[in-house]
């Protein structure tokens, strides 16, 4: 009985040295000038913020080449490897890493300068603008990405949903024209799902079954936080919204208000109060907003009102009050809110 010889099965062709030695010689140069791709990171997040100040139709091309950086988080583990089979070791599974930092970068200097614009100086959203530069910084330094980051998976993980998170608030508004209110609950469920695709990888990062239930607990404390940060909405600036001037008046012509009003009589509302706003917002959205009238901290009106987007000098609107109750003195105060509740503008008054 004679045996037939095994078919030969021909290995993929290696990658050719050349292409090796150009991504060795791209590596050392980034390496030596470390500052370079995230300074053109924050230009590329400036220009875009200024073209939609200017109801540029390219801005929105620009938010759709940033939002292109999510399909590459959410696969970065099976991109990974089927670089470093198809390379035949020549480009390392690290080469992935290297592109989701670059992509983690470009979705969060991206996203700064409308955060920036659009918070208002308030705990909640200050803390919030505040952690999102910090992840910005830690994505831009090395020693601290490659050596704490990018090997743990727990943190990794929990740094992916960050960034999917900020860069979901910001580009869904301007890219995909969703209302901020409606952008919110999809930002917090692709941030989900981005954690649930994110555990598998969790799971194999250790043989040590120890070692995987303290990284379950950290996912699912993450998780948690997803709840926590939902109940806390409110304090997640309205990014996409810039306000052009907001006040208060005791009068107002068409759409141009009187005098910044900041204190008054009783006998002095006779008239009336208008609040007033100015608000930026991206070509082609149409964001509903609520005033919200407050005396002493208690909501007594609730005004609701529609911004469209596209005006170089901000959509003009307003809510006048007449009616203040028999006992008006003390402290007034009005918001201009999303229907969501995170604060647009806040303008407060004294009535004596």
């Not at 409110?234 to 919204?241: F, H, T, V």
């Amino acid at each position: 009985m004679s045996e037939s010889a095994a078919p030969e099965i021909t290995p993929p062709d290696p990658l050719p040295p050349s292409a090796s030695r150009r991504f060795d010689r791209l590596l050392n140069f980034l390496n030596r000038h470390p500052l370079l791709l995230p300074t053109a990171s924050f230009g590329f997040g400036i220009g875009s913020f200024m073209l939609v100040q200017r109801g540029e139709h390219l801005a929105q091309v620009m938010a759709v080449i940033a939002l292109l950086g999510w399909p590459w988080l959410l696969a970065e583990g099976a991109l990974g490897r089927w670089i470093a089979r198809h390379s035949r070791g020549r480009l390392p599974v690290a080469t992935a890493r290297f592109m989701t930092q670059q992509a983690q970068q470009e979705l969060l200097f991206f996203s700064l300068p409308f955060l920036f614009t659009a918070m208002q100086w308030v705990p909640g959203q200050m803390v919030f603008v505040a952690l999102a530069a910090l992840l910005a910084v830690a994505s831009s330094l090395d020693p601290v990405y490659w050596r704490r980051i990018a090997p743990n998976a727990a943190l990794s993980m929990g740094f992916h949903a960050g960034c999917t998170f900020v860069a979901a608030l910001v580009i869904l508004p301007i890219a995909v024209k969703v209302p901020v209110e409606t952008a919110l609950p999809i930002a917090f469920a692709i941030t989900g799902i981005t954690l649930i695709i994110g555990l598998p990888r969790l799971i194999r990062s250790t043989d040590d079954p120890r070692s995987r239930k303290r990284r379950l607990v950290y996912a699912t404390l993450v998780m948690a936080l997803l709840g926590i940060g939902w109940l806390m909405r409110a304090a997640i600036p309205p990014a996409g919204l810039w306000v052009r001037d907001a006040r208060i008046a005791a009068s107002i012509d068409g759409y141009t208000p009187g005098p910044v009003v900041k204190s008054l009589t009783q006998a002095e509302l006779a008239n009336g109060l208008i609040a007033y706003v100015a608000v930026r917002a991206p070509q082609g959205l149409s964001q509903a907003v609520i005033f919200e009238w407050r005396h002493e901290g208690a909501i007594v009106d609730r005004i609701p009102a529609l911004i469209d987007g596209g005006r170089e000098m901000g959509f003009r609107t307003y809510s006048r009050k007449l009616n203040f109750g028999e006992s008006p003195a003390g402290q007034w105060r009005v918001d201009l809110r999303t229907p969501q509740g995170q604060l647009i503008a806040r303008r407060a008054f004294v009535v004596r």
